[in-house]
C-alpha cells in the first residue's frame, strides 16, 4: 500500500485543494508540529496526501496519482458538479477511470478498481 504521495501547492489553492480531496474521500488531518509552515495533511484509510506549500509547485508533466474509490460514478459525478473537468480515459482491465486536474494542476487518476495481481 502507498502510505503517501507529496503534492506542491500554492498556499492560496489549499482550501480549492481540501475540496478536491475531499471529493475523493480524504480528509485533513494533522501534520507533526514541526511541518505545519510547509504543508497540509488529508488521509484516506492508510494513505495520506500531503500538500508541500511552495510559492512555485512543480507539476510532472506526465506523472500523476491514482486513486481507487468505491462508488466511481457518484464521484465522477460530484467532481463534475463541482466543476472539474473529468475526462472519461480507456478502460483498463474491464474498469472504467476518468482523469481530472487537482487546483494545483496536477493529473489525478479516478479507477473503479484497481489493476488485478
Known amino acids: 500500500m502507498l ?11 489549499v482550501p480549492a485543494a481540501l475540496a478536491f480531496w475531499a471529493l475523493l474521500g480524504f480528509e485533513q488531518v494533522d501534520a507533526p508540529v514541526s511541518l505545519h509552515a510547509q504543508a497540509v495533511w488529508m488521509q484516506r484509510g492508510g494513505t495520506q496526501v500531503h500538500l508541500l506549500l511552495t510559492d512555485d509547485p512543480v507539476v510532472p508533466p506526465s506523472g500523476h496519482a491514482a ?9 465522477v459525478a460530484a467532481l463534475r458538479a463541482a466543476g472539474h473537468a473529468a475526462e472519461p480515459r480507456a478502460e483498463h482491465w474491464g474498469a472504467p477511470r476518468t482523469r481530472v486536474t487537482d487546483p494545483s494542476g496536477h493529473s489525478v487518476e479516478v479507477m473503479s478498481a484497481p489493476p488485478p495481481g
Open 67 to 75: 486513486v481507487v474509490v468505491d462508488d466511481y460514478d457518484a464521484t
Open 3 to 13: 502510505q503517501h504521495v507529496a503534492l506542491e501547492t500554492r498556499r492560496e489553492e
